[in-house]
């Protein structure tokens, strides 16, 4: 079964620097998508950036950019010029290329931001 | 285009009593799915469904019951609640297998 780790609980970085969030997974599959999701104090649940295996070059979204290490099974968010609105949970999530296959999530990093 | 939705938003139960929580889109996902939320801990899978008619359990079952009787609406039964049950509650969805999950706004349950 795949597991998704964050190994970092807890996060801080000033207004306007750069943070990076670290996510690793475990999989046997070659061919699955990785997603990081931001969970703001009102709950909601929202897509951050999608990023396909298959694909070498990272995905980026405005801000928010990933470093994709296939190999090393590791797929790190980046956030640069951090706002105050970027504080949050960050959850990584994993899903099998197999239809039917669920989501997996790993435990959160909670994302503070410092005026 | 209402996107996923669940009601209600907070519930308090008394031990032992049963409820219904209702999700339902109208995106057209094959799939739905639901979660636990709890502090430290992530989002569990309780069920999920690939389909109308189709259903299947997931990492922490116990107490919960699913249907799933048409694509749009997908309700998670709460059969005889129990204090380890309060958390928050979300509803999910998606189409193709690409894409990311569609989450409703979560339902705060807390068992008395």
């Known amino acids: 079964a795949q597991t998704v780790t964050q190994s970092q609980p807890e996060m801080s970085v000033q207004e306007a620097e750069t943070v990076t969030l670290s996510c690793t997974y475990d999989t046997s599959e070659s061919d699955y998508y990785l997603f990081w999701y931001k969970q703001p104090p009102s709950r909601q649940m929202i897509l951050v950036i999608r990023q396909e295996a298959y694909k070498q070059q990272n995905a980026t979204e405005n801000r928010f950019s990933v470093n994709f290490q296939k190999a090393a099974k590791s797929f790190s968010l980046k956030i640069s010029d951090s706002q105050l609105g970027d504080a949050a949970m960050y959850f990584c999530a994993y899903r099998s290329h197999n239809y039917g296959q669920n989501f997996v999530f790993g435990p959160g990093t909670r994302l503070s931001v410092l005026p | 285009n209402a996107g996923v939705t669940q009601t209600p938003k907070f519930q308090v139960l008394k031990t032992g009593q049963s409820m219904t929580l209702q999700c339902a889109q109208d995106m057209n996902h094959e799939y739905m799915s639901w979660y636990r939320q709890d502090p430290g801990m992530g989002l569990r899978l309780i069920h999920y469904?690939?389909?109308?008619?189709?259903?299947d359990q997931g990492e922490v079952p116990n107490g919960y019951n699913v249907s799933r009787s048409t694509t749009e609406d997908f309700p998670l039964r709460l059969l005889s609640a129990a204090p380890s049950q309060t958390s928050v509650y979300f509803c999910?969805?998606?189409?193709?297998?690409?894409?990311?999950?569609?989450f409703g706004p979560g339902t705060r349950l807390t068992v008395l």
């Open positions: 469904s690939v389909g109308a008619g189709i259903t």
């Open positions: 999910a969805s998606s189409g193709e297998v690409s894409t990311e999950q569609f």
